[in-house]
């Protein structure tokens, strides 16, 4: 990933937004592993949802990732996040 700062659609991104990015990322994968993992659904919402169809990423002045689940499904993920989110996560 380029950590440079740039413009994109008129809107300066630093190198901090672009890192705060990645680290989401990472979440993100960890997240979906586990959902996969124990087949829990869950999708995205909100700007992540615009972002990923209009900019094909992020909105650049976004700084979170949205996901939803049934409240039951995040029951699951809660008991099976105990066991398997560790450092750093």
């Not at 008129?10 to 989401?24: F, G, H, T």
Request: charged share 35%; net charge negative.
């Amino acid at each position: 990933m380029n950590l440079e700062a740039e413009v994109r659609n008129e809107y300066l991104i630093s190198p901090e937004v672009k890192r705060l990015w990645a680290v989401q990322m990472d979440i993100l994968a960890k997240f979906d592993e586990i959902c996969k993992k124990h087949d829990i659904p869950y999708f995205v919402e909100g700007g992540t949802l615009l972002g990923a169809a209009r900019h094909k990423g992020y909105i650049p002045w976004d700084d979170d990732i949205d996901v939803q689940m049934l409240a039951e499904d995040y029951e699951k993920f809660c008991k099976y996040a105990k066991d398997e989110l560790k450092d750093p996560y």
